[in-house]
């Protein structure tokens, strides 16, 4: 059964470092048709997405975010964190973790399992 | 990258078709997705590869693609259809989704 879940901080200042952690399980982080994606939703507001890192370390970020976001992963704890800098009211959301999967004869990936989300405000 | 277009709203009354639309200017040979998002829950796969359904997926789900546009079309719709509905697609490594759109059951 494949499972994700965030887990990360509830409230954050104005100007503080938001750090999320993807737990995963019921897949490896080492497959490499695998990875996992960050999405975030402002409450009321459409799905965006943030940034994906693949297993062999293959990063991909949004344009609009690049400077601030870092995605990184530890593979023996099946665990993929998310880091955002200088975090902003506006940067208010829940904030997802998803699989995205690549199976052969597939032309491109879909997430296809979500989290449960948490929702982070900033707010001083 | 480039942006993906949805109607913010829909209406269709229980049992009959429901259509949703999807539309980029560059979105060229990139194929969609589609979630489905309850309120308060976490979006579901519900097409990708712009018709192929997951398993578990009930029928009356289907998609469609032509040209720059992509279709998400409920047939036969049911109270519980009622939610926010996302497309998706690719623009090399990154993920574009639309802007949602909310269907009502009337």
């Known amino acids: 059964q494949v499972t994700l879940k965030e887990s990360g901080p509830v409230l954050v200042k104005p100007s503080e470092t938001l750090t999320l952690t993807c737990t995963v399980s019921?897949?490896?982080?080492?497959?490499?048709?695998?990875?996992v994606s960050w999405i975030r939703q402002p409450p009321g507001k459409a799905l965006e997405w943030l940034a994906h890192i693949f297993s062999l370390d293959d990063k991909s970020y949004t344009t609009s975010l690049k400077t601030r976001l870092a995605i990184s992963q530890d593979t023996s704890k099946s665990q993929v964190v998310l880091t955002l800098t200088n975090m902003d009211p506006v940067d208010t959301a829940t904030y997802y973790c998803?699989?995205?999967?690549?199976?052969?004869?597939?032309?491109?990936?879909?997430?296809?399992?979500w989290g449960q989300g948490t929702l982070v405000t900033v707010s001083s | 990258s480039y942006d993906l277009t949805q109607p913010p709203s829909v209406s269709v009354s229980p049992g009959q078709t429901a259509s949703i639309t999807c539309s980029g200017d560059k979105v060229g040979d990139t194929s969609f997705c589609w979630y489905q998002q309850r309120p308060g829950q976490s979006p579901v796969l519900l097409i990708y590869?712009?018709?192929k359904r997951p398993s578990g997926i009930p029928e009356r789900f289907s998609g469609s693609k032509s040209g720059n546009t992509a279709t998400l079309t409920i047939s036969g719709t049911q109270a519980m259809d009622e939610a926010d509905y996302y497309c998706q697609a690719w623009d090399s490594t990154t993920a574009i989704f639309g802007g949602g759109t909310k269907l009502t059951v009337l």
């Open positions: 998803a699989r995205i999967s690549y199976y052969v004869g597939d032309s491109y990936p879909r997430f296809d399992y």
């Open positions: 590869q712009n018709r």
């Open positions: 019921g897949f490896s982080l080492s497959n490499t048709r695998m990875a």
